[in-house]
């Protein structure tokens, strides 16, 4: 059974910035599940049993660049459908906006990120993940 397609998969997904008004992107390579070559953002991921959401975000952050959450601050929910290779997903997602230490940020996963980023809201790279841009209009107002 495989979440996100066997069942509805949950995930916290996370916006994380450095308290001076830049945000962190990672490039994803093409050995990660999907999306190859875009832009996203950096510490998301699938709520494994017996974690909670907030753990779930302070071990994402931690594994995918290495900083230590400083804030934690909760967005909203998306109720995410989507096609990946053919086959229909269901996902619930918890967005956050998470402020992070700047200084210890570095690639820790090299097979998965090709490149970190720190930008303004209006210098984000593309090509953007296709849900980014949905999670960027919906809380827009929320971000400086």
Same mark, same amino acid.
């Given at each position: 059974?495989? &979440?996100?397609?066997?069942? #509805?998969?949950?995930?916290?997904? *996370? /916006?994380? @910035?450095?308290?001076?008004?830049?945000? /962190?992107?990672? /490039?994803? +390579?093409?050995?990660?599940?999907?999306? @190859?070559?875009?832009?996203?953002? #950096?510490? +998301?991921?699938?709520?494994?049993?017996?974690?909670? #959401?907030?753990? *779930?975000?302070? &071990?994402?952050?931690k594994e995918e660049c290495g900083a230590d959450v400083i804030h934690i601050e909760y967005l909203g929910f998306r109720e995410v459908f989507r096609e990946q290779s053919g086959t229909q997903t269901h996902w619930i997602q918890y967005d956050y906006l998470v402020q992070i230490d700047s200084q210890q940020v570095r690639i820790t996963e090299p097979d998965k990120c090709l490149e970190l980023r720190w930008c303004q809201i209006d210098e984000f790279p593309e090509p953007l993940h296709s849900q980014f841009p949905v999670f960027l209009a919906k809380y827009k107002n929320k971000l400086t």
């Open positions: 059974m495989k &979440k996100g397609f066997d069942f #509805i998969g949950n995930a916290a997904v *996370t /916006l994380c @910035h450095d308290g001076q008004g830049k945000y /962190l992107l990672g /490039l994803r +390579s093409d050995q990660c599940r999907d999306e @190859h070559n875009r832009w996203d953002p #950096i510490g +998301s991921g699938g709520v494994e049993f017996g974690d909670t #959401i907030e753990e *779930t975000v302070r &071990k994402e952050v």
